[in-house]
Structure formats: structure tokens, C-alpha cells
């Protein structure tokens, strides 16, 4: 069973920035395409970012588009969520997950989530 612990979340003032991680234990992330999702308090899950295997392509939720940028190390089994010009809208429960087909198929594995709380 792959493990996607993810790091990073924590309190920040809106117009801050926060970098999440997630890093993979159990396999080589590389055979994965990765994403994150995320869930605020009384709100459905979200898509927010994700990547393909090799990290050559990208996609974005358009309410993060130009703020957020998703990467992966594969070498190092990581893959970022780096954020940028936070509101308090972003603030929620952020999941690290991955699946073994992109852009389609199901996510096999996800994280436990890093708390992000955005002030205002």
C-alpha cells in the first residue's frame, strides 16, 4: 500500500504563500500521475491541481489558476503544491493523491491531509 503523507499546511495571512509535500513511501511515485484535492468545512472535495508521470503536463481548478503551482520530484518520491496569493477561500483540508493512468482513471491512494488556513 502506497503512503501519501503530506506536510506543509499550517496558518498564513491572506497574500502569504505556503508550500505543501507529499511524499510517497511503499513505491516509486514515478509510476503514478499525482494530484491534489481539497475539502473545506461543509463543502464538497475539490479538484484543485494535477500532474502527470513525468511532471510534462499540468492542469488547474480555475480558482487557483496563476496562484498555485503543482510539481513533482520523482527521484526524490515528491510531489509540491506550492500556493501563492492565499485567500481565505483556500482555506481547507489539502489531500495529496495519485493513480496509475492520466488523465483519467481513479485515484488508488490519497493522503491524510494538511490542515491550510488562510486569515483574512
Known amino acids: 500500500q502506497v503512503q501519501l503523507p503530506e506536510s506543509g499546511g499550517g496558518l498564513v495571512q491572506a497574500g502569504g504563500s505556503l508550500r505543501l509535500s507529499c511524499a510517497a513511501s511503499g513505491r516509486t511515485i514515478s509510476i503514478y500521475a499525482a494530484a491534489w484535492f481539497r475539502q473545506a468545512p461543509g463543502k464538497e472535495r475539490e479538484f484543485v491541481a494535477d500532474i502527470s508521470f513525468a511532471g510534462s503536463t499540468t492542469r488547474y481548478s480555475d480558482s487557483v489558476k496563476g496562484r498555485f503551482t503543482i510539481s513533482r520530484n520523482n527521484p526524490k518520491n515528491m510531489v509540491y503544491l506550492q500556493m501563492n496569493s492565499l485567500k481565505p477561500d483556500d482555506t481547507a483540508v489539502y489531500y495529496c493523491?495519485?493513480?496509475?493512468?492520466?488523465?483519467?482513471?481513479?485515484?488508488?491512494?490519497w493522503g491524510q491531509g494538511t490542515q491550510v488556513t488562510v486569515s483574512s
Open positions: 493523491a495519485a493513480r496509475r493512468s492520466y488523465p483519467g482513471g481513479e485515484y488508488d491512494y
